[in-house]
């Protein structure tokens, strides 16, 4: 089975930087996924990591450590419309896509 | 191309009643999905389906049944709701691109499910 453990809030300013970490325990492993999602709306892709290292994709980037069963999300140049949850989702090995979702981190961003 | 919708956005059931939540995508994917969200559980697999004609449990499936008739379509029913089932519902699609990217799913809107 996949044990994803992530932070469950977290508060951060406007204009700065946040990382969030998720870590994972798994049976099988194909790659991590980070999605964002709105109060009251549907979760949105945002990252997918299957390798080792940083995938940066404009204010948002996405690191992943496969051996340490480690990931993190930096989002930069904090925006009031970044105040969202963030999910980490681990892609499992079997034949079709079974993703398993953490609990989330619900990132406020204050001015 | 809508994406995915889902029908209908909220209901409420008493308990024993019964009812069915569709889901409809318009991008030709295999894979199909049916979650429930719920505070503090993150979002749980409820049953999935790879392609028109199969379907498969997921890690939450007792109380719900699922069918897919058609590819673009994905149905989840409950025979007989309870308070438990009192959640956000969300249907998921994904396609597979053979190893050359992410196979993000898109997800629906949501259904807001209340049992009374």
């Known amino acids: 089975g996949q044990n994803i453990d992530q932070p469950t809030e977290m508060t951060a300013t406007e204009g700065a930087i946040v990382q969030i970490n998720c870590t994972y325990q798994t049976s099988g492993f194909n790659g991590l996924f980070w999605y964002q999602q709105h109060a009251g709306e549907a979760p949105t892709f945002l990252s997918y990591?299957?390798?080792?290292g940083l995938e940066e994709k404009g204010r948002f980037s996405s690191f992943l450590s496969r051996s340490k069963g480690y990931s993190y999300l930096l989002l930069k140049e904090l925006q009031m419309k970044d105040s969202a949850s963030y999910l980490c989702a681990v892609e499992g090995q079997g034949g079709y896509q079974k993703v398993t979702f953490g609990t989330g981190t619900k990132l406020q961003v204050i001015p | 191309n809508a994406g995915v919708t889902q029908t209908p956005k909220f209901r409420v059931l008493k308990t024993g009643q019964s009812m069915t939540l569709l889901c409809a995508q318009d991008?030709?994917?295999?894979?199909m999905y049916w979650y429930r969200q719920d505070p503090g559980m993150g979002l749980r697999l409820i049953h999935y389906s790879v392609g028109e004609g199969t379907t498969a449990k997921g890690e939450v499936p007792d109380g719900y049944n699922v069918s897919r008739l058609k590819k673009q379509n994905f149905l989840l029913g409950l025979e007989s709701a309870a308070p438990s089932q009192t959640s956000v519902y969300f249907c998921a699609s994904s396609t597979w691109t053979g190893g050359l990217g992410s196979n993000e799913q898109f997800f629906g809107p949501g259904t807001r499910l209340t049992v009374l």
């Open positions: 991008m030709n994917h295999e894979y």
């Open positions: 990591n299957v390798l080792d």
